[in-house]
């Protein structure tokens, strides 16, 4: 009975070791032959429209979620200009300036998109600069992985990732390491991190990475959340 029972404590004890042994070779193996992050998101191309000169918007017939194409006509901007008159009376002159309409100009798309923002109404004066919409294009969208500064020496260009979105579990997407900005997130930060009270606190800093996305058929929104997994070996 004693003897049954300590073979059986060795096979459970065994059995212990063999699956500890995998959970380690398993973590191991993800952390030496992956690179992975949860802090990623879709990002996509986003092409901000602007009115070129003084004037008044008008018949602008954008709505958030419109598709337009390259080209196409979506408003119309009734620009004004300067006119002077100069009136004599002996040797004195005058000369008065107001603004008048002289000219049509329509607003259009710069290029194949989908309306994201619209900032302006109808009836509404706007001058060269003030924008108008924002188109993005979500044919054209990549992912944003930022990596551990720890971990960024082992991801280069070319290297392949398996790639999900929350917005559609369970679809493991397909992808290639773009681009890799030179810089961490920090370093174009407008607040400045440096310590100036006399205390230090040390934060993991992390480094953008592009990678591009075989959408296979899906939609993605530009801003969802990701999580990234890089083949490194």
């Known amino acids: 009975m004693k003897q049954s029972r300590l073979i059986l404590i060795n096979i459970l004890i065994i ?49 958030i979620g419109q598709k337009v194409t390259k080209g196409q006509v979506v408003g119309k901007e009734l620009v004004l200009t300067s006119s002077s008159s100069a009136s004599a009376n002996g040797k004195a002159k005058s000369t008065t300036s107001t603004a008048a309409p002289s000219a049509t100009v329509n607003i259009e798309a710069p290029a194949n998109g989908v309306v994201a923002n619209v900032s302006v109404n109808n009836g509404q004066m706007v001058s060269a ?44 997407f397909s992808g290639t390491v773009k681009a890799i900005q030179p810089t961490t997130q920090s370093f174009f930060s407008l607040i400045p991190t440096a310590a100036t009270s006399g205390t230090y606190t040390k934060v993991t800093q992390r480094v953008p990475v592009t990678l591009s996305i ?19 070996h």
């Open 129 to 172: 600069g003030t924008p108008v919409f924002t188109l993005v294009q979500l044919s054209r969208v990549n992912v944003i992985a930022n990596i551990p500064e720890s971990k960024i020496r082992n991801v280069s260009v070319g290297q392949s990732a398996t790639i999900y979105v929350d917005a559609h579990p369970g679809v493991a």
């Open 15 to 63: 059995v212990a070791l063999i699956l500890v042994g995998g959970i380690i070779a398993y973590y191991w193996t993800q952390s030496y032959d992956y690179v992975s992050t949860q802090d990623a998101s879709i990002s996509a191309s986003s092409i901000p429209v602007a009115a070129t000169q003084t004037g008044t918007v008008e018949a602008l017939g954008l709505h």
């Open 214 to 232: 075989d959408a296979a058929g899906y939609t993605l929104l530009p801003g969802e959340n990701a999580e990234v997994r890089i083949t490194v």
